[in-house]
């Protein structure tokens, strides 16, 4: 995996031990003149990106002018949901657009997924060793 960066992964219950740990991405999102710091669960089983309420807030969006709905499921259906463009800067990467499902709900990690972190990104998760690496798709398959 070329151009690879490593992350730890990150204790998310001690109570659990090893099986507590989750792969969590530390990044940067940037929506204007706004930058935030934040860590994102990477899931490879979510279908979209998941934008906090809070975090969406603090990046200056406003709910009400955010007009392409979409539906959640799972735990996150009974929650309205908004699209959302922002740039996102991983590790020393290249800004990528990312588009996130901006949710209502406020006790939800931020979360990658398939859509479109997973097409933006290769990732591979070395479980075993507790660590995950990163890298931007290849020109190759542009």
Same mark, same amino acid.
């Given at each position: 995996m070329p151009n690879a960066e490593r992350y730890p992964f990150v204790s998310g219950d001690t109570t659990l031990g090893e099986a507590g740990f989750? #792969? =969590? @991405?530390?990044?940067?999102? $940037?929506?204007?003149?706004?930058?935030?710091?934040?860590? /994102? !669960?990477?899931? &490879? *089983?979510?279908?979209?990106?998941?934008? #906090? =309420? @809070?975090?969406?807030?603090? $990046?200056?969006?406003?709910?009400?002018?955010?007009?392409? /709905? !979409?539906?959640? &499921? *799972?735990?996150?259906?009974?929650?309205?949901?908004?699209?959302?463009?922002?740039?996102?800067?991983?590790?020393?990467?290249?800004?990528?657009?990312l588009v996130f499902a901006w949710t209502q709900a406020t006790n939800v990690p931020l979360i990658l997924g398939q859509v479109n972190f997973f097409m933006e990104f290769d990732v591979c998760f070395y479980r075993s060793q507790l660590e995950f690496a990163v890298s931007p798709k290849s020109a190759a398959t542009e």
């Open positions: 989750c #792969p =969590y @991405l530390p990044f940067s999102l $940037l929506n204007q003149q706004v930058s935030v710091r934040a860590s /994102a !669960l990477l899931d &490879t *089983g979510a279908s979209v990106n998941v934008l #906090p =309420y @809070l975090v969406g807030v603090e $990046l200056g969006y406003d709910w009400e002018r955010q007009t392409a /709905a !979409l539906s959640l &499921t *799972g735990n996150l259906a009974q929650y309205e949901a908004r699209v959302v463009l922002v740039q996102a800067v991983v590790g020393q990467f290249e800004p990528v657009q």
